[in-house]
């Protein structure tokens, strides 16, 4: 009686087939990728070092409590109105600006707002303060601070543009292409220093416990 040959596996084939669903796996997976907000943090400051005295008018409030729930200089406000209301704030221009290197930099000959005594005297003295509780969602915390950007983003687009007839945003980029270019340079110091992002992040509360 003749053996019957066990018939072989093609191996080869096998790991083909594996390859492909390693593929197929690696295409459809989704992975949770952590959000969050560029910003570059404060220096220490020197241990003999005194803060300035900040006028009330120069601060602009911006508190969310463990519900989510926004107000913004003790009035409530929705998220999508707080963006128009820092510009507002940001771009007073109602006194004069700081003395920078022995320098008073004066009034905001380039700000739109409505030089009110009761809101900021000038975009390098205007300081939003942002206080969260330790129970407010993180999400509702990023669209906060997004909308926070975002008037300053405008604002400096606005300003580039009457300058340099470009927004600012395409300025910045261009610099960033070509760092030896001096000139692309002064340009996106000169816009930052008239819009100065100053967000100050406060020690978040516990309300809600």
Not at 36 to 43: A, T, W
């Amino acid at each position: 009686m003749a053996r019957r040959e066990n018939p072989e596996i093609n191996a080869g084939s096998m790991a083909d087939i594996a390859f492909l669903l390693l593929i197929f796996f690696l295409v459809t997976t989704t992975m949770n990728v952590d959000s969050g907000i560029s910003k570059k943090l404060s220096e220490k400051p020197p241990p003999d070092y005194v803060p300035p005295i900040v006028k009330e008018r120069n601060i602009f409030e911006v508190n969310l409590n463990f519900r989510n729930e926004l107000q913004v200089e003790g009035e409530r406000m929705e998220i999508k109105d707080l963006k128009e209301a820092a510009k507002a704030f940001i771009d007073n221009g109602g006194g004069e600006g700081k003395v920078e290197n022995g320098v008073a930099t004066g009034p905001c000959t380039y700000c739109k707002g409505e030089k009110s005594s009761e809101s900021s005297d000038h975009p390098n003295k205007a300081i939003i303060s942002v206080l969260s509780d330790r129970g407010t969602e993180y999400g509702v915390y990023l669209k906060v601070q997004n909308e926070l950007l975002k008037a300053y983003t405008e604002l400096r687009n606005r300003l580039s543009t009457e300058r340099y007839g470009i927004s600012f945003d395409e300025l910045e980029e261009a610099y960033k292409e070509d760092r030896e270019n001096e000139a692309l340079k002064r340009k996106v110091e000169d816009i930052k220093t008239a819009y100065p992002q100053i967000i100050s992040d406060a020690e978040p509360t516990s309300s809600g416990n």
